[in-house]
């Protein structure tokens, strides 16, 4: 099992972030260079949620979505996923520094498929680190 995490400050207060990170629709106003739709139906533990790719639909299964813990969990359900893993689950935590400084992490486990691990950590690691940006900027304009 692979393990990687990407941890990230921002000025930020934690709620918006966590406001955006707990909805868990629109990851493809999120992550544009990946998700191109994404649908759920509803945010709680257990729901489903579908983000399509140009190389097909990444099926999850919302595993923890907790506001007082600020934490949000999940995996990826079908092994013909577009991605070049397996067994993945993750979890993005948000943490309040102070007043108006938050801490988001992005963590995740799996199995690497098709690709060397080096080149899916990176991969991974890229696209996590522009997903959070990303939060963050829409957290600071809402």
């Excluded at 930020?12 to 909805?23: D, G, N």
């Excluded at 098709?114 to 939060?135: K, Q, R, Y």
Aim: hydrophobic share 35%; charged share 25%; net charge negative.
């Amino acid at each position: 099992m692979t393990n990687i995490s990407v941890t990230k400050k921002y000025n930020t207060e934690a709620s918006k972030i966590w406001t955006i990170v707990s909805r868990a629709d629109s990851m493809d106003k999120y992550l544009p260079s990946m998700i191109t739709a994404c649908k759920i139906d509803d945010n709680k533990a257990g729901s489903k949620r579908v983000c399509s790719t140009e190389q097909g639909d990444i099926h999850e299964t919302i595993l923890v979505n907790n506001d007082e813990e600020m934490k949000f969990q999940y995996s990826i359900d079908n092994e013909d996923a577009p991605l070049p893993v397996k067994g993945y689950i993750g979890t993005a935590t948000v943490k309040k520094i102070t007043d108006s400084e938050a801490e988001l992490s992005w963590a995740a486990s799996f199995e690497p498929k098709g690709m060397p691990e080096t080149e899916v950590v990176g991969m991974l690691e890229a696209a996590l680190g522009g997903l959070m940006d990303n939060i963050n900027a829409a957290a600071q304009a809402a």
